[in-house]
């Protein structure tokens, strides 16, 4: 799933753009917070360094298990709005579904929902068609 993710968004951003995902656990380094680790982030490339992500990316990507979901839904989405992440998206495995969360006066709301049989874009995508079930088959 992660390497689906990470393929289909730098195919859909390029070439205009010089963002790049990242499909595998890259620390993210928030000022005067602890690395994060997500599941797939995509950051414009000079805050891309050998060490990870420097500064809040563009989109994060976290896929939750049963012991992470609290976590993710609850903390990291609370830091990344507190540190100005624009685009958040919760993949559930469990549920098969994503949920886009975009920032709006430093609150990350939910933006939109694919679940099950869906096909839609979500934010910061409109463009990019995701058929849900297909990253679980």
């Known amino acids: 799933?992660?390497?689906l993710l990470g393929r289909a968004i730098p195919l859909h951003t390029a070439p205009?753009?010089?963002t790049r995902a990242f499909a595998?656990?890259?620390?993210v380094f928030l000022p005067a917070s602890f690395p994060m680790y997500g599941g797939v982030l995509a950051r414009q490339a000079p805050l891309a360094t050998v060490r990870g992500i420097e500064g809040p990316p563009?989109?994060?990507?976290?896929?939750?298990s049963p012991s992470t979901a609290?976590?993710?839904r609850g903390a990291k989405l609370q830091l990344y709005a507190?540190?100005?992440v624009p685009y958040y998206w919760i993949v559930d495995p469990e549920a098969r579904s994503i949920e886009a969360y975009v920032l709006s006066e430093g609150v990350l709301g939910v933006a939109g929902r694919l679940a099950g049989a869906d096909r839609g874009s979500l934010p910061p995508f409109p463009g990019l068609p995701i058929a849900v079930?297909?990253?679980?088959a």
């Open 133 to 136: 079930a297909t990253l679980w």
């Open 70 to 72: 609290r976590i993710d």
């Open 82 to 84: 507190r540190h100005g």
């Open 58 to 64: 563009t989109l994060a990507i976290e896929i939750v």
């Open 16 to 18: 205009a753009s010089a």
């Open 1 to 3: 799933m992660r390497a």
């Open 24 to 27: 595998n656990e890259l620390g």
